[in-house]
């Protein structure tokens, strides 16, 4: 008997469900460091540009696209958000010769996470690779390319 290809463990979904909390809880954090204004958050974004009710958009972006990420019925959703909203961050630092190492680190762990817990994420990469295999196996499958 063949199990289904995207069956894990127990124990990796487990694993999964608790690594997808780590990047949710970082960027709550961050928000939540947002809106209290805490200076060595504050003082480098209003560098940015982001200050007073700027930065308070940011949190409140931020803290739903964290919150709609650890929903599990919301998280492809909030997986979009946060990436758009890490995009973000990374082309403000890129706009203003900051480094982007933080905002990157933490939207691969975004994904890197949600493709623990949830590999059919992926599942494009995956459609493609097997399409590529099937036409290997058997030429009648190959498609033309334009």
């Known amino acids: ?44 974004l209003a560098n940015l540009g982001f200050f007073g009710e700027r930065l308070q958009f940011i949190a409140v972006l931020e803290v739903v696209s964290a919150l709609l990420f650890l929903i599990p019925r919301t998280r492809a959703v909030g997986l979009v958000l946060v990436s758009a909203y890490m995009g973000g961050a990374i082309a403000a630092h890129l706009g203003h010769g ?27 990469f995956a459609r493609e690779r097997d399409a590529s295999a099937g036409a290997a196996a058997d030429p009648r499958l190959a498609t033309s390319r334009s």
């Open 1 to 44: 008997m063949q199990s289904h290809p995207l069956a894990m463990s127990r124990a990796r979904r487990v694993f999964g469900n608790v690594f997808l909390t780590f990047p949710g809880l970082i960027l709550i954090a961050s928000s939540f460091a947002k809106f209290a204004r805490v200076p060595a958050v504050a003082g480098p």
């Open 98 to 124: 900051e480094p982007i190492s933080q905002p990157a680190v933490i939207l691969v762990l975004f994904w890197v996470a949600t493709t623990v817990r949830h590999p059919e994420a992926l599942w494009s």
